[in-house]
Every structure is written in structure tokens, then in C-alpha cells.
């Protein structure tokens, strides 16, 4: 019977013990994610007045927070870029409405974003390291603000709140 090599066994646990700390180092560098969701748009197209409704319960004000809307779409879908009203209700129902602009497409034409099929996902950064001054339940309501009243081809809304 041989007997095993010591050099090899010790080169086996080294590339074993670098992989342990690979990974906590990745998972150690990932921001806390406090929500993650996504809702599909209503069929066969997405209205003006029925927004996409996000809630996240605040507890601490101190902390800091980067906000990410995803935004799945077709490759039928009309136009270049996506325009989307975004109602802030705060715990005290005092409102701030703001405007976030998608660019979906390239000057030439080109689509961006992963691709899925027919469809492209992609994610757009809307507020970075912000702190929420009050405590208590926070609603974020998308509507599209597209010159049509309705809006076809956009798939899903999605909304990403993690910790700074």
C-alpha cells in the first residue's frame, strides 16, 4: 500500500482552506438586502393610474441605504428609454414624488441589459447611501410616465433596498 505524498496533501489543503476564505470574503463584502421584489405589470398593458406598490418597515433611521429599481421589458417595446414616477409615502403620509428616466436602449438601437429570450433585464441605481428620517411602514408607488396613458412591453417592475 503507498503510503500518501505529504507535499500533495498539504497542497490539497491549502487550495481547500483558500477556497473557505474566498468565499467568506464574498459573502462578507455583500451589502445586507433589507427588500428584494418584483412584480409583473398588468396585461396586456400597464395603465397610468395602477401604480406597483413597494412597502419596507423602517426601524432604524441611522442607518444608510441604497435604493435599485429592475425593470424587465421586451424586445417589442417601443421606445428607447422609460420615464417612472416614483411616489415616496412616508410613516407620517407626507409624499415626495420623483423622476427616475431608464435608458433601455443605445443611441443605435441596441438593447441593454442581460438578455432572457425575447426579454432584457436590467437595474438602475435611484438613490444611493440615503437614510429614512422617520421610523414606521414606507410605501414607494411606480407609475410609468410615458406619453401614453398605457403602457405595453414593460414585463415587471422590480425594487432593491440594501443596506449602504
Not at 88 to 115: H, Q, Y
Not at 117 to 138: M, S
Not at 150 to 164: D, F, P, Q, W, Y
Amino acid at each position: 500500500m503507498k503510503t500518501p505524498d505529504k507535499s500533495r496533501l498539504f497542497g490539497k489543503s491549502l487550495f481547500w482552506i483558500g477556497c473557505i476564505w474566498g468565499c467568506l470574503a464574498i459573502t462578507a463584502c455583500q451589502h445586507d438586502t433589507v427588500l428584494n421584489k418584483t412584480f409583473d405589470t398588468p396585461r396586456p398593458a400597464w395603465a397610468f393610474n395602477d401604480p406597483v406598490c413597494f412597502n419596507l418597515t423602517v426601524i432604524d433611521t441611522l442607518t444608510r441605504y441604497d435604493l435599485t429599481f429592475s425593470l424587465k421589458h421586451s424586445e417589442d417595446y417601443a421606445w428607447m428609454n422609460a420615464f417612472f414616477l416614483i411616489t415616496t409615502v412616508f410613516p407620517d403620509m407626507n409624499t415626495a414624488i420623483d423622476t427616475l428616466e431608464c435608458i433601455l436602449a443605445t443611441p443605435d438601437g441596441k438593447w441593454i441589459g442581460s438578455r432572457l429570450g425575447k426579454y432584457r433585464n436590467l437595474g438602475f441605481l435611484y438613490k444611493q447611501n440615503i437614510a429614512f428620517p422617520q421610523a414606521g411602514e414606507y410605501r414607494f408607488e411606480v407609475r410609468h410616465a410615458m406619453r401614453n396613458d398605457t403602457l405595453r412591453e414593460i414585463e415587471a417592475v422590480g425594487m432593491k433596498i440594501s443596506r449602504s
